[in-house]
């Protein structure tokens, strides 16, 4: 397929922007040890967005790989995950915020080392989210794609090093017009001392129309009753 437009997220980097619904969005990490963090809001209406809770309880996950619908706070699928290399993609981590990178990583300012200062995932998403007319109150839960955090027995929450090499590919399909927020910036949880942020390439590729045999609509029973309700609002705006 034709790639529509596609755009390298540099370390520290951000981005965001309306993707209209029938597209795919790849990510292409090109270094080893990536993670961005995504947001995830309805284009036409901004009050709605992606929901954690319902996404993973209604299929029945605390990791995100192919066959997994993003959820909208209205039962909407927003987008879903149709091809994936690694297997686990992390949406509990949360982001970095400025204070957090300070302990981890040294205070970095902006007046001091310019455009070499240390982002923090949360500035991040804030600086994307004002320019899209949202604000601070608008953060919400975030996915981190080529994270992945596992719970152990006693609840604790453990960071994989080493689960995202060089090369490896995310695609996502928007089931409805979206708004996209990213940041690529480090894990929470990441344990590495240097700060660990590596290119990403975001490309955007027209997609094929979804089927009634689609996997991602038949990946469990919750799946098509969202995917029935997008399309449902799709079919009273025509």
Same mark, same amino acid.
């Given at each position: 397929? %034709?790639? !529509?437009w596609? @755009?390298t #997220?540099?370390? &520290?980097?951000?981005?965001?922007?309306?993707?209209?619904?029938?597209?795919?969005?790849?990510?292409?990490a090109?270094?080893? &040890?990536?993670?961005?963090?995504?947001?995830?809001?309805h284009? +036409?209406?901004?009050?709605?967005?992606?929901? #954690?809770?319902?996404?993973?309880?209604?299929?029945h996950? +605390? /990791?995100?790989?192919?066959?997994?619908? !993003? #959820?909208?706070?209205?039962?909407?699928?927003m987008?879903?995950?149709v091809?994936?290399?690694?297997? *686990? /993609?992390?949406?509990?981590?949360?982001?970095?915020?400025? &204070?957090s990178?300070?302990?981890?990583?040294?205070?970095?300012?902006?007046?001091?080392?310019?455009?070499?200062?240390?982002?923090?995932?949360?500035?991040?998403?804030?600086? @994307?989210?004002?320019?899209? &007319?949202?604000?601070?109150?608008?953060?919400?839960? +975030?996915?981190? *794609?080529?994270?992945?955090?596992?719970?152990?027995?006693?609840? %604790?929450?453990?960071?994989?090093?080493? /689960?995202?090499k060089?090369?490896?590919?995310?695609?996502?399909?928007? @089931?409805?017009?979206?708004?996209?927020?990213?940041?690529?910036? $480090?894990? !929470? !949880?990441?344990?590495?001392?240097?700060?660990?942020?590596?290119?990403?390439?975001?490309?955007?590729? =027209?997609?094929? =129309?979804?089927?009634?045999?689609?996997?991602?609509?038949?990946?469990? $029973?919750? %799946?098509?009753? +969202?995917? %029935?309700?997008?399309?449902?609002?799709?079919?009273?705006?025509?």
């Amino acid at each position: 397929m %034709n790639i !529509l437009w596609s @755009e390298t #997220m540099h370390p &520290g980097g951000k981005w965001s922007g309306v993707i209209g619904k029938g597209k795919l969005i790849r990510l292409t990490a090109m270094e080893e &040890g990536a993670n961005v963090t995504m947001l995830l809001y309805h284009a +036409a209406d901004l009050t709605e967005r992606y929901n #954690m809770p319902d996404t993973l309880k209604a299929q029945h996950t +605390a /990791h995100l790989t192919k066959g997994h619908v !993003l #959820m909208s706070d209205n039962g909407r699928a927003m987008a879903s995950i149709v091809q994936d290399d690694l297997g *686990w /993609h992390d949406p509990l981590g949360a982001y970095t915020t400025r &204070g957090s990178t300070d302990e981890k990583y040294g205070v970095s300012r902006y007046q001091e080392q310019r455009n070499d200062w240390l982002r923090s995932g949360q500035e991040n998403l804030a600086v @994307e989210l004002t320019r899209c &007319g949202l604000g601070n109150r608008d953060l919400s839960p +975030a996915i981190n *794609w080529f994270s992945k955090v596992y719970c152990d027995a006693e609840g %604790n929450m453990h960071f994989a090093e080493g /689960h995202c090499k060089a090369g490896q590919v995310v695609t996502l399909r928007t @089931e409805m017009d979206i708004l996209l927020v990213l940041s690529n910036t $480090p894990h !929470l !949880l990441d344990p590495r001392k240097t700060y660990p942020s590596v290119p990403v390439k975001l490309e955007v590729l =027209p997609a094929l =129309p979804v089927d009634s045999q689609d996997y991602c609509v038949n990946y469990r $029973p919750e %799946n098509r009753r +969202a995917f %029935n309700n997008t399309w449902n609002y799709y079919a009273l705006q025509s």
